[in-house]
């Protein structure tokens, strides 16, 4: 059977790590209960071994194993590390161990230099009086407003647990949503590279080959064969220049993007493009909603919770129009009707809104939307994917067919002169 490494924390907060052999991971997890341990972490062995270890502390391996990773780790903290401190977390303090021996088990439980740091700055914090918002609150660079806010929610219900296990919840889901955008730009990207490999290809070693030939001919050229060769030269003795212009283009738009104006204007522009607008609008219409419906169910006001999503807006325009819904609802306007102003907002959504306003029942509906609406994003993906490919793929076979015909063009010329 496979053998699987664990980490299990008892009821009394001791840490435990060891192997165990077992058909899956869940009948390692259902042993460790029977055993009173609650598991932590339960991974595939490498290594061979054979039946059941005993339990063994892991305090003072983790640091050597800390070490060692140190130099090829981030030094900084992840969003999927900072998601798994929050489920661990909320496991924790549901089994009911006080928040500071929590911090301790999940210090020995941190997978790297920088997580184990962050986490200890929390504990001193806590210890020293402080509470965990009020920790978090110190560490704005790696925890967000909105972050910051459901945990001061929950310690104001005295539900914290509850709390961090919805928080986990939320940000498992938006980095779901996240990593679908991401995937889908996988085969665009393959095309891009496959397009600029082929060019680099015919204009290095293909077009210099061809330019002794037409060279000897001593026949004057077609105007697409002199620009093809002019262009190979240029790609041998200049290539650098090309990389210098790509990094001086990434500079300069990341410049003109942190402009507010510009880049106002440049997220206008998104949003009137028919399938790229309609694909940010629903992936923020997803992330507005399903934030918004996590700080309404922990008890954040509507005002402020309004002010804490905006920050979670991508799209500076749909986040700007929030400062009109906010300044209407203030006025006693409802919630609903303004927040068709958002940017295009979506009119199924804004209709199911204004249908259970009135109910009480907003946070529950705003989950339900953002549930749609990522299904619909991975609808609008495959539509946008489908126009997107042959259009690249179009793109590919013109350029290299013009470099090719080029060339032929060329050779027809020279066989032209020899007869």
Known sequence: MPLYRYKAVSTAGELSS????????????????????????VVASSGAGGGGSAARTTSSAAPARRERQSMF??????????????????????????????????????????????????????????????????????????????????????????????????????????????????????????????????????????????????????WSTTMVIAAGEYMRSYWWTLILFFFAAGWA?????????????????????????????????????????TLLANGVTLLSALSIVKETIGNRVMGDALDGVTAQLREGKGFGRPLRAIGGDPRRSTQMILVVEESGQLEEMLTRVAEVYDREVQLVIKRFLAVLEPVMILGLAVVVGFIVLSILLGVIGMSELVH
Request: include cysteine; charged fraction near 25%.
């Open 253 to 293: 738009v990341r410049r003109a993007l942190a402009n507010p104006p510009l880049r106002k204007r440049f997220d206008a522009w998104v949003l009137r493009r028919k399938l790229l607008g309609e694909l940010v609008q629903k992936i923020e219409t997803a992330r507005f909603t399903r934030t918004l419906g």
């Open 73 to 222: 780790a981030s030094k900084k903290v992840s969003q999927d590390q900072l998601l798994a401190i929050t489920r661990e977390l909320a496991t924790l303090l549901r089994a009911g161990l006080p928040l500071d021996r929590a911090m301790e088990t999940l210090i020995a439980l941190a997978p790297a230099r920088p997580v184990a740091l962050l986490l200890q700055g929390v504990r001193d914090d806590v210890r020293g009086g402080k509470s965990l918002s009020q920790a978090l609150d110190a560490r704005r660079e790696i925890f967000s407003r909105f972050y910051i806010n459901i945990v001061r929610a929950g310690e104001a219900g005295g539900a914290l647990s509850v709390v961090l296990t919805r928080l986990a919840d939320t940000m498992e889901r938006n980095k779901e949503l996240k990593s679908t955008v991401s995937s889908a730009l996988i085969y665009p990207t393959i095309l891009i590279c496959v397009a600029v490999i082929s060019v680099m290809v015919l204009l290095f070693f293909v077009v210099p080959q061809c330019k002794t030939q037409f060279a000897q001919a001593g026949k004057a050229l077609p």
């Open 18 to 41: 060891g192997e165990l052999d077992a058909a899956n991971e869940a009948e390692i997890v259902d042993r460790l209960r029977d055993q009173g341990l609650m598991p932590m972490q």
